[in-house]
């Protein structure tokens, strides 16, 4: 088999002309903790294929074996464990008759020990369309160690499985993404058109066929539960992000806060949600969605002002159990804003949110309400959010910047720990 170079592959269209003949897609480096690691990896036909680790003295580490079966379209994730903090490895892959896949090697490094002091910066997005873009590899040029897709990531806006398969290859095919994605940890949500439909929520008919191609297409540690949803956690240096699923169990059964109104997490989500932030020792705690957290005060049902049952539930808990560094990410609106909740008598602190769209070039600037608790509001095309979780100084500090493509200046904020701690 000839060896491809990632940089090298051309996206597939996205009606699925390429579909009878698949391209080589990846490798992307997925969930990263400061022991463990996922490769993904979809190449053009089955079969048994090996990931090879590789210290930096350029020994081999070990290597690890997974099979590509046409059921799972070709896609296959490698979990490597016992791996070292804050440690670089090499990586490359190799085919059934342990040819040479690609034409270069890879690599990726491991989080930060939980347990020391660090200083890591990671990537938000969504909104995003199947085009060459500046803006991924921008995010390389900043510092990001990781990349958090919060959904529209790619648009999909059908639940025909092929369908949502040939356009989450293509998305992953970019180019610049794809050079991003092959060393640095990726780990994403979806909201609605990658879901399934504009303003859809988990009645939709269909939806375990945008799951299926979801988990196919992403490796994240885990996908909600019991093959329900895709909610999943991860750890990063000084920063654990909870990402939640707002679409999947949306007005399938009762609130588990008021059984008098419909849900958006659902019951076991909720759960876990409260269970994982009661047991999060990360100085800040980044709970995000595809959704805003507010209301879009419009015709569409899709955010939490809808929902404010639970999202007064859920500050209603952070209070009442002392957590502190919870800050809210939202996407969804084409517009990035800024908020800040008077939830001091509630939580202990103010909440902030931080909305970031668009990736792509389209912004709906009637969607930049009006908002008495809103800092700043505007509708901007090519706009990312870098987090910079800093621990070594005292105390902690989460710097939030909204970078636009051009480089033209937007704003930031720098938030310490202290002030985001009860009392």
């Not at 000084?238 to 659902?266: C, H, I, M, Y």
Request: charged residues 25%.
């Amino acid at each position: 088999m000839l060896a491809i170079s990632a940089a090298s592959l051309i996206a597939t269209s996205a009606e699925g002309k390429d579909r009878d003949h698949p391209k080589t897609t990846g490798p992307m480096v997925g969930h990263v903790s400061h022991i463990d690691a996922n490769i993904w990896f979809r190449p053009d036909r089955p079969g048994k294929y090996t990931l090879h680790l590789f210290k930096a003295d350029g020994a081999e580490d070990r290597a690890i074996h997974a099979e590509a079966k046409v059921e799972n379209d070709n896609c296959l994730t490698w979990n490597a464990t016992r791996l070292q903090p804050g440690t670089k490895y090499h990586y490359r892959i190799s085919g059934p008759n342990g040819e040479s896949i690609l034409a270069e090697q890879f690599f990726f490094e491991t989080a930060p020990d939980p347990g020391t002091r660090s200083n890591v910066c990671l990537a938000f997005g969504s909104c995003a369309a199947n085009k060459p873009l500046e803006l991924w590899s921008q995010m390389e040029k900043r510092g990001a160690q990781g990349l958090v897709l919060l959904g529209d990531t790619p648009y999909i806006d059908s639940t025909d499985l092929s369908v949502a398969r040939d356009r989450h290859r293509a998305f992953l095919q970019v180019p610049q993404l794809a050079s991003l994605i092959s060393h640095t940890p990726t780990w994403g949500t979806w909201d609605d058109h990658d879901f399934g439909g504009n303003d859809s929520d988990g009645r939709l008919k269909g939806k375990e066929n945008t799951r299926q191609a979801f988990v196919e297409y992403r490796a994240n540690q885990d996908f909600g539960h019991e093959k329900s949803g895709i909610y999943t956690k991860f750890q990063y240096g000084a920063v654990e992000v909870f990402l939640l699923d707002t679409r999947w169990f949306a007005r399938t059964e009762k609130s588990p806060v008021d059984p008098n109104q419909p849900t958006l997490l659902g019951m076991q989500q909720w759960r876990w949600l409260k269970d994982a932030l009661l047991a999060s020792t990360a100085p800040f705690k980044l709970i995000a969605c595809g959704m805003i957290w507010d209301d879009k005060e419009n015709t569409e049902s899709d955010d939490w002002g809808t929902y404010t049952h639970e999202r007064d539930a859920l500050f209603q808990f952070i209070g009442e159990n002392k957590i502190s560094g919870v800050v809210l990410i939202g996407g969804d609106i084409h517009c990035s804003r800024h908020l800040k909740y008077d939830t001091e008598k509630t939580v202990g602190y103010p909440i902030h949110q931080f909305i970031v769209s668009p990736i792509h070039d389209s912004t709906i600037p009637k969607l930049n309400v009006p908002h008495p608790n809103l800092v700043r509001g505007e509708a901007i095309p090519h706009v990312w959010l870098r987090l910079e979780a800093d621990s070594t100084q005292t105390p902690a500090r989460l710097h939030a910047e909204w970078v636009q493509m051009q480089g033209l200046p937007m704003w930031d904020v720098t938030l310490t720990v202290d002030q985001l701690s009860p009392g």
